[in-house]
Nanobody, 118 residues
Framework: QVQLVESGGGLVQAGGSLRLSCAASGRTFGSYAMGWFRQAPGKEREFLAHITWSTGSTYYTDSVKGRFTISRDNAKNTVYLQMNSLKPEDTAVYYC???????????WGQGTQVTVSS
């Protein structure tokens, strides 16, 4: 099992930026990719982006493409989500997750709150 801890959330004005971090520990050698998700009140959890540990290959959902950037530091077992041009509708709890090759995300962090004021 991989343990994940997110940090970096907070309150920011619209148009501002935040960088979220996700530190992985435990059985990280089995992790193939990391993803960022978010869940706003009353809404379903939404996939945002993923990155593979080995090649750094990335994928973004359309709603954040061009504004959010996912990156990783293999030496620190840490994944980041740089969020720019934030909008009030980006307000949510943000989660990172880990998955093994060919499987679904099965390790989740506790989440970090991001609030964007208008």
């Amino acid at each position: 099992q991989v343990q994940l801890v997110e940090s970096g959330g907070g309150l920011v004005q619209a148009g501002g930026s935040l960088r979220l971090s996700c530190a992985a520990s435990g059985r990280t050698f089995g992790s193939y990719a990391m993803g960022w998700f978010r869940q706003a009140p009353g809404k379903e959890r939404e996939f945002l982006a993923h990155i593979t540990w080995s090649t750094g290959s990335t994928y973004y959902t359309d709603s954040v493409k061009g504004r959010f950037t996912i990156s990783r530091d293999n030496a620190k077992n840490t994944v980041y989500l740089q969020m720019n041009s934030l909008k009030p509708e980006d307000t949510a709890v943000y989660y990172c997750a880990s998955r093994r090759f060919g499987l679904t995300y099965d390790s989740w962090g506790q989440g970090t709150q991001v609030t964007v004021s208008s």
